[in-house]
C-alpha cells in the first residue's frame, strides 16, 4: 500500500525512551544528551504560530524526538510571521520547515539532513485529516533535503493559491503525493495559476516524480490549486437507527373539544390535533469533502415492536465539493392526529387530546455505500457491470458513510373523555 507520506530523516541513534503524547524535544547536537527544550501541543493555541526564540534552543535544533497523535502534525519555522487572515497555514515569509506527522508513536528527525538545523525559532500545530488528500514538495532530488507538505483540508478547492513568499518557491526539485486518491493538483510556473503547468493525481501509476528535471518543471513552482474528481454515480445502503422512548416526553400537543347531547340517541364528535412542522428528524454526514452534500433524503419512523422510536432512512449524495468536514438536511412534517368518540345521549362532555413528543439524541450510523468513478482512484476496482449500464468505464470504490440522526417526533397518542348526565350537570350549575 502507498504510503501517503514520506517521513523526513531519522536520527542516525534511536531515542532511548518513549515521550509522552503530544511533546516534541528539540536538541541543540547530535545526540540525546545535549541541551534540549521540550514543546507540548498543550502549551499553546492550535492554529497560531508560537515563538521560541530567547530560549535555549532558538536557531540551535540539530535532532527532534517528537509524539504526537496520529492526525495531529506540528510545523516548525526558522521564522514567526503574521499569516494572511483566514490562511494560518501559510508560511509565506516562515523561511524553512519541518513537518512533524504524529503517527501515535515516537519519531526522531535528523534536521541537519533536512538543511534546517541551528535556523529554527517557531512552530505552529493542528489537527488534520489525511483522508482528504495530501502532497509534499521537496528542495532536492529523490525527495531529498527541505520540503514543505500541503494538506489539502487546509486549502479552499478550485483556487488557485500562490507559494510567493514560502521558502519552496521555485525550488523544488520532486514532489511526492501518494496521499491524494480522488484529487488532483496543479502546479503553475507563474504566481497567479499562469504560465507552464504539470498536474498529478491520485489514480495516477506512481506516487511521485523524484526528479522534474523529467518533466523540464524543476524549480519553477510558484503557485498551485487542487480540484477533486467527482464520482459518476453512488449507492447508498439504506439503513435504520433506534433510540428509546423517554420518560419523560420532550413536550406535548393538545386540543380539546366539548358540549353537549341533549338528544335521546348515542352522538359522535371528533377531536383533533393538527400543528405544522412539529415534528422534524435532521440527517448528518460528518465526512463531506470528499463526497459532497445530501442530496436528497427520505425518512420512516414510529414505535417499533421492541417499544423504541425506529428510523428508517434512505438518502443520496450530490457530488458538488461543499467546503465542509459536515453536511446536514432536516426534514419537517406535519402533524395531524383526530379521534372520533361516542357521546352518550342527554349528557355534557370533554374530551382532551394529547400528543406526546420526544427528542431523539444525535444518534450515530455507519452504512456501506459505492462510489464509482471514471479515473482508478486508489482502492478501486474496475466494475464491468456497472460500466456496462453508465456506458462509460467506471471504477468503484467502496467506502463507510458515517454521521448522525437526530430530530423530534411524536411517540405516543393520549386521550381522555368525560361525561356527566343533564341532570347531574344540571344540579352542579344551580
Not at 547536537?29 to 527544550?37: A, F
Not at 519555522?77 to 524553512?96: D, I, M, V, W
Not at 503525493?177 to 491520485?202: N, P
Not at 422512548?245 to 364528535?269: E, F, K, R
Amino acid at each position: 500500500m502507498t504510503e501517503p507520506y514520506l517521513l523526513p530523516p531519522s536520527t542516525s541513534v534511536a531515542y532511548p525512551s518513549s515521550l509522552p503524547s503530544g511533546t516534541v524535544k528539540l536538541y541543540a547536537d547530535q545526540n540525546w544528551s545535549s541541551d534540549n527544550l521540550t514543546i507540548t501541543t498543550s502549551g499553546a493555541i492550535e492554529g497560531v504560530q508560537s515563538s521560541f526564540a530567547g530560549t535555549n534552543l532558538n536557531d540551535r535544533t540539530t535532532w527532534i524526538a517528537f509524539n504526537l497523535p496520529e492526525g495531529v502534525v506540528l510545523t516548525l519555522l526558522e521564522h514567526k510571521t503574521t499569516p494572511p487572515a483566514g490562511q494560518p497555514y501559510s508560511f509565506n515569509g516562515c523561511g524553512r520547515c519541518v513537518d512533524l506527522i504524529g503517527n501515535g508513536k515516537t519519531q526522531t528527525v535528523d534536521v541537519e539532513k533536512l538543511g534546517a538545523n541551528d535556523c529554527l525559532s517557531a512552530y505552529i500545530w493542528r489537527r488534520v485529516d489525511l483522508n482528504t488528500g495530501l502532497f509534499q514538495l521537496f528542495d532536492g532530488l529523490n525527495y531529498a533535503d527541505n520540503r514543505n507538505t500541503f494538506f489539502l483540508c487546509e486549502w479552499p478547492m478550485g483556487t488557485v493559491l500562490s507559494l510567493a513568499g514560502w521558502f519552496i518557491c521555485d525550488r523544488a526539485a520532486s514532489i511526492y503525493f501518494g496521499g491524494l486518491t480522488a484529487q488532483q493538483v496543479a502546479l503553475y510556473d507563474g504566481g497567479q495559476g499562469e504560465g507552464e503547468t504539470m498536474s498529478v493525481a491520485g489514480w495516477l501509476s506512481m506516487d511521485g516524480i523524484p526528479d522534474l528535471r523529467s518533466y523540464s518543471f524543476v524549480d519553477k513552482e510558484a503557485s498551485w490549486r487542487w480540484d477533486l474528481l467527482p464520482p459518476v454515480h453512488s449507492e447508498v445502503e439504506p439503513f435504520s437507527i433506534t433510540a428509546p422512548v423517554p420518560t419523560n416526553p420532550s413536550s406535548t400537543i393538545s386540543s380539546s373539544i366539548s358540549g353537549t347531547n341533549q338528544g335521546a340517541a348515542t352522538i359522535t364528535d371528533t377531536v383533533s390535533v393538527t400543528s405544522g412542522k412539529s415534528q422534524s428528524l435532521t440527517l448528518s454526514v460528518t465526512d463531506s469533502y470528499t463526497i459532497g452534500y445530501v442530496q436528497e433524503v427520505r425518512f420512516t419512523y414510529g414505535i417499533g415492536l421492541t417499544g423504541e422510536v425506529e428510523v428508517g432512512c434512505t438518502f443520496s449524495m450530490s457530488y458538488t465539493y461543499t467546503g465542509t468536514k459536515e453536511t446536514s438536511v432536516t426534514n419537517y412534517y406535519d402533524l395531524s392526529v383526530s379521534q372520533t368518540i361516542e357521546i352518550p345521549a342527554d349528557c355534557r362532555y370533554s374530551s382532551t387530546m394529547t400528543i406526546l413528543m420526544a427528542e431523539i439524541p444525535p444518534t450515530s450510523y455507519s452504512t456501506p455505500a459505492v462510489f464509482y468513478y471514471t479515473q482508478p482512484v486508489p482502492g478501486s476496482t474496475y466494475d464491468p457491470a456497472m460500466s456496462a449500464e453508465l456506458g462509460k468505464t467506471v471504477y468503484a470504490l467502496r467506502q463507510t458513510v458515517t454521521g448522525y440522526v437526530n430530530g423530534g417526533v411524536s411517540v405516543d397518542v393520549r386521550s381522555s373523555t368525560e361525561t356527566q348526565p343533564l341532570s347531574v350537570a344540571a344540579l352542579a350549575d344551580a
